[in-house]
C-alpha cells in the first residue's frame, strides 16, 4: 500500500467501513489525476489499482474472487470493507491505464452495473434517464464523462450520443433546466439569471461529450 502523506492530515471525518490508508490513498491519487500524470506516488497507486482490475478480468469478464484476492495481496488493508471496483475512485482513477482487453471489459461491466457509479449515479448506465430536465440526468452525465474518458470504449456509447440528440432543442442547443444548478456540474458560468446563460452552459457541457463520441 503506497501512503501519499506523513504530516499533513485532510479534514474529511475517517471511514470506519474501509481500511482508512487504502481509501485515502485512492482518494487522494484520483484527485491528483485529475490535475497532473507528473505525481510518483499517486501514478504507483494508479499502477496498483490497474493490476487489481486486469487480474479481476483476466479471463474477459468480472471474476470477484480474483479481484479481492489480488486487492488484499497488493493493497494489504488491515481489514475493513472491500472497495467496490464500480466506484467513482477507481473509474475515475484507471482511464489512463488499462490495456484495451482489460479496458473493454471493464468498461462494459459498469455500463452494465445495476447500480451504476457509486458517489455518482445509481442507475445502469445504458438506460438514459426519462426525464433529461433532472439532477438526475446531469448526474448521468457525470457518470457519462468519466467513462468517456477510457479511448478505447467510446465506441460502446453510441446510444448516449443518440440520447443527447433526441433531447437537443430546436435552435440545436440543449437546455437541462433550473433544477440542474447544483453547484457541482452547474452553473459553468457566474449565474443562471438569464435563461440564455444556463442553455450556454448546458450546451458546452454536451457539446464536450459528443465531440468525445
Same mark, same amino acid.
Given at each position: 500500500?503506497?501512503?501519499?502523506? $506523513? ?6 471525518? @475517517? ?6 490508508? @487504502?481509501? #485515502? ?43 479481492? $484476492? ?15 471496483? $464500480? ?17 473493454? *471489459?471493464?468498461? $462494459? ?33 457525470? *457518470? ?39 453547484? #457541482? ?14 442553455? *450556454? ?13
Amino acid at each position: 500500500m503506497i501512503v501519499l502523506w $506523513e504530516k499533513k492530515t485532510i479534514p474529511d471525518r @475517517v471511514e470506519k467501513v474501509h481500511d482508512w490508508n @487504502v481509501f #485515502l490513498s485512492l482518494i487522494l491519487s484520483t484527485g491528483i489525476g485529475r490535475f497532473t500524470k507528473d505525481n510518483t506516488v499517486a501514478n504507483k497507486v494508479a499502477e496498483q489499482w490497474a493490476e487489481i482490475v486486469t487480474t479481476a478480468f483476466a479471463d474477459g469478464s468480472y471474476n470477484y474472487d480474483k479481484y479481492v $484476492e489480488a486487492y488484499k495481496n497488493i493493497l494489504k488493508p488491515n481489514g475493513g470493507r472491500i472497495i467496490g471496483i $464500480e466506484n467513482y475512485y477507481p473509474v475515475s482513477l484507471l482511464c489512463d491505464c488499462l490495456d484495451e482487453k482489460t479496458e473493454n *471489459a471493464f468498461v $462494459e461491466h459498469i455500463l452494465n452495473f445495476d447500480k451504476g457509479i457509486y458517489y455518482i449515479y445509481d442507475s445502469k448506465l445504458t438506460a438514459p434517464p426519462q426525464e433529461f430536465q433532472s439532477k438526475n440526468a446531469s448526474r448521468y452525465l457525470g *457518470a457519462i464523462e468519466l467513462i468517456v474518458g477510457y479511448k478505447h470504449t467510446r465506441h460502446k456509447l453510441s446510444f448516449v450520443a443518440d440520447w443527447l440528440n433526441d433531447n437537443r432543442s430546436e435552435n440545436g442547443k440543449w437546455d437541462m433546466g433550473k433544477s440542474v444548478n447544483d453547484k #457541482l456540474y452547474f452553473p459553468l458560468s457566474d449565474d443562471w439569471r438569464k435563461s440564455e446563460t444556463r442553455e *450556454a452552459d448546458c450546451t458546452e457541457r454536451i457539446e464536450k461529450i459528443l465531440a468525445l463520441l
